[in-house]
């Protein structure tokens, strides 16, 4: 399994970016996929996460800003970020888990400037 995030990049406070998380396979074979993200000096947190179903869930700070969906036929997970902030600042990663199996993706870096 291979997961590949883009749609990184350089963004002004307020503004909205939305990362890819392309599979090599079939992403609904996946029982959960989620993002995450990792800030200098910080421990990797939760950002959102889709299950099989469609349900979706939020870190509770970021709920409003922050939106997850997927696409089946283009096996991709999308993170729709607004109203970003420079606390957003982060390498944001996907990952998927199969029978207890957790794959994850190499990152992609968002930077918001004040």
């Known amino acids: 399994v291979q997961l590949v995030e883009s749609g990184g990049g350089l963004v002004q406070a307020g503004g909205s970016l939305r990362l890819s998380c392309a599979a090599s396979?079939?992403?609904?074979?996946?029982?959960?996929m989620r993002w995450y993200r990792q800030a200098p000096g910080n421990q990797r947190e939760m950002v959102a996460t889709i299950n099989r179903g469609g349900s979706t869930n939020y870190a509770e700070s970021l709920k409003g800003r922050f939106t997850i969906s997927r696409d089946g036929a283009k096996n991709t997970v999308y993170l729709q970020m607004n109203s970003l902030e420079p606390e957003d600042t982060a390498v944001y990663y996907c990952?998927?888990?199969?029978?207890?199996?957790?794959?994850w993706g190499e990152g992609t870096l968002v930077t918001v400037s004040s």
């Open positions: 396979g079939n992403i609904l074979i996946f029982e959960v």
């Open positions: 990952g998927a888990e199969l029978r207890l199996m957790h794959y």
